[in-house]
């Protein structure tokens, strides 16, 4: 391994930095051509019927605009893998915000006037929109989302806590989140010579191809998908979205290139949420905080177009050790949007609960916090059994303490003031799973002895080119500048999505194979290079296949220092700092960024964000930045990630962990404890605003 500054575990500056504050990166958008038409869609305005009629006269008579798709013109499609893709195809309207049509016209503002000028009458039908815990609705899927039993059990647990001297039950609820990545979602689409070429804002375009091929019914080989730049998802970009289709549909209709980008206001409807929970955790322990007995209990909505179960009990199985365990999830299908993915989905909103519910413990026994997590520590995966190929959950409790100054701490609720300030310290503990997908990628020796590393990896702001030539130029031992790293393109070697924290553990062990290919080749090489240069590919498919006989995760620790304003009820967040264990970092410049990003998201999680729905509209009523708040810059004065040196030789290549989502999971549980501890008073509902703060306060 190279010894360069630029090696594996430099603090390397991101590649692309300087072609995105200049202007010169190009997002799915930028990539207009002359003759370019553009898409405005028409979403559906009730929340479950039938259209009845549409009229498009007058929007066909506004100048400019090209031509109006509805299901009675837009080309047929075959089913797709995903049902919200089927856009166009019949009368039917699901959730309000479906697309019910689509404009085309010459410029951006003829598709707006147009797409207001489209008339349509529907056929309503009663709709519900409303999560409760007593829904008659529910029921127990048979999985949650990533393949995790819906239902986990181990020994008796009601018994156990009806047994238990010390007991916590207690509900906790979260609204809908928005992913709202910095970039809209938007596609710009254009068929030549029977190929279709689309630049799509997506955290995977050999996905994206995928599901274009399938619904389109066409050879995957006849689409190439371009996602060069990305401007962030969070999960919202994972899977192959409407706009996409639409474009494609609307290129191949009229014959010229296509852009669609959606505006902000119709994101909500469109390209997914999390979904909101109603949790009800109940732990049972001795008067020593020993667990004997957790139970965690999952409520949430799908919609009526497909099941998408949020798998927020899923972390009860991994963190704390008990004889007794119930974790179990339950679902019923409303007429909402389709939920999916955002960032650390399930831990991120379960962890919530059951860190919230471990603080209540600790203040029924009078024990420290972080002690009490201390004295739950398993010695395996509680619901496996199998061994953890590490876990340094414990030394990032008191490492982080020590860092934050926890000792100081008075455990006493309400103690501090500072004039008309209440102040208040928490923690929570953090976990997220180790993933890793089937991966290729090609490495080229050229004679001048630069080098070309291709994957076929997205680089959605988190600094995956940076880190990925890092990885090939420490194999090959080289300085970074030698290495071309080309990405973002479904004709380079098949990749994953950038999800589940497991991009660079994916595309980073294809790239290390290719690249220690390529080394070995060289050396048997004798004389010059050809003029071509020597090309290897490699594919990780023999190496994800095997079952780890380890249980893989990443933990942190959390520590949140809160000043609440008594005569307000606004709570501000002076200090966070995380504590992480997540293998190797391989770059600590874009490392500490994820870190840190995570951490805000959650601090947003914790005060700022919430969607609700609209009982007689039947929408998201939080659906813009008007009114969907994420925290500024103002809000996170002084935000701290640290790391302790972890070796694990059960992961990849590169002894990683995904770091992109644990930054989320346990922040807003450490800021609700946290205010808990400044003001004494315990709620149970996310976001923490001033209007349920002041009733309690003095």
Known sequence: MSDSP?????????????????????????????GSLYGWIVPATVASGRITAIRTADALAVPGVRTVLTHHNAPRLKE??????????????PHR??????????SLESARAGAEAVHVEYATTGHDVVLTAGHPGLYTPEEANGGHPALRERGDTLSAFDAAPVRIDATYALRGLHNHPMEPHASTARWADGHLTVHDSSQGSTAVRDGLAQALGIDRDTVTVISEHVGGGFGSKGTPRPQAVLAAMAARHTGCPVQLA????????????????????RLGSDREGVLTTVSHEIVTHTSRIKEFVEQAAVPARVMYASPHS??????????????SWMRAPGEASGMYALESAMDELACALGIDPVELRLRNEPRTEPDSGRPFSSRNLAACLTEGARRFGWA???????????????LGTGVASATYPVLVSRSAASAQAA????????VNATDIGTGARTVLAQIAASVLDTRLENVTLDIGSSDLPVAPVAGGSAGTASWGSAVHKATGALVRRLAEHTGPLPPEGITVTADTGEETAQESPYARHAFGAHFAEVAVDSLTGEVRVRRLLGMYAAGRILNPRTARSQFIGGMVMGLGMALTEGSTMDPAFGDFTESDLASYHVPSCADVPDVQAHWIDEHDPHLNPMGSKGIGEIGIVGTAAAIGNAVRHATGARLR????????LLPYLP
């Not at 509902?685 to 349920?692: G, I, V």
């Open 685 to 692: 509902e996310l976001p923490l605003t001033p209007d349920k």
């Open 447 to 454: 004679p001048d002895g630069t080098y070309r590393v291709g």
């Open 6 to 34: 630029h090696a594996l575990g430099a603090p390397v500056v991101r590649r692309d930095g300087r072609d995105k504050i200049t202007g010169a990166a190009r997002y799915a958008a930028e990539h207009t051509t002359p």
């Open 97 to 106: 915000g479906w697309p019910v049509a689509l404009v085309v016209a010459e």
């Open 408 to 422: 100081d701490r008075d455990p006493q609720p309400a103690a501090r003031e500072e004039g008309p300030w209440l």
């Open 262 to 281: 959606l505006v902000r206001r119709s994101m909500a409807a469109v390209v997914g949420h999390r979904a909101p929970t109603l949790q009800r955790v």
């Open 326 to 339: 119930r974790t179990e999830h339950r679902v019923v299908a409303l007429d909402v949007p389709s939920p």
């Open 80 to 93: 797709p893998d995903d049902p919200i893709l089927a856009v166009l195809q019949d009368d039917r309207v």
